[in-house]
């Protein structure tokens, strides 16, 4: 092909393209529908798990100053609970900075930050990796939440109990041989 027939590149736009181009471009504040609730529910789930423990500790002082209920069959779940919850509230803030960052702006206290840091992404697949770890260690917790008010009723019960924490061992080892890779 002649390079004097190639058509010429259009050097001017239409007011209207350019209104909606800015439309479209602003449309990206959307994602803020997700952002700023995402970071709410997070405090409030920081909240929860922080008054729990606090009333494991009140619990504690009480049946140890004065003699009050017996704490030892429900503190260690109580606090698995709290830290579970203090995982997924995690999960929000993970969600909503990375989100924040990859579809609004950079975050600028975080770009001197390790790469590497949970609320630090550079992609939608780094953000869904990160996010999934937090939730496999969520779903991890809640395992262990229910192991310990776990009764046996057969031995084969405590080998299933054992094959399971063996499953769980192994996707932790495959999870830090992947974080390796990276």
């Known amino acids: 092909m002649d390079p004097d027939s190639r058509p010429e590149p259009r050097t001017t736009r239409s007011e209207l393209e350019r209104r909606f181009e800015t439309f479209l471009w602003s449309s990206r504040l959307m994602v803020l529908l997700a952002v700023v609730p995402a970071l709410l529910g997070a405090l409030v789930l920081f909240v929860i798990a922080s008054l729990d423990i606090l009333s494991v500790l009140a619990d504690t002082w009480r049946h140890y100053a004065g003699g009050g ?89 405590a080998i299933y109990l054992a094959l399971s924490v063996l499953a769980l061992s192994l996707a932790l080892y495959l999870m830090a041989l992947a974080h390796k890779q990276e």
């Open 69 to 157: 209920a017996d704490i030892h069959k429900s503190v260690v779940t109580d606090i698995i609970v709290a830290v579970d919850i203090y995982l997924i509230a995690l999960v929000l803030m993970i969600f909503a900075l990375g989100v924040y960052k990859l579809f609004i702006s950079r975050i600028e206290p975080a770009e001197g930050r390790d790469p590497h840091h949970p609320f630090n992404v550079q992609s939608l697949d780094q953000l869904k990796d990160k996010i999934a770890r937090v939730v496999i260690l969520a779903v991890i917790i809640e395992f262990f939440r229910a192991v310990v008010g776990i009764s046996f009723a057969t031995p084969l019960d």
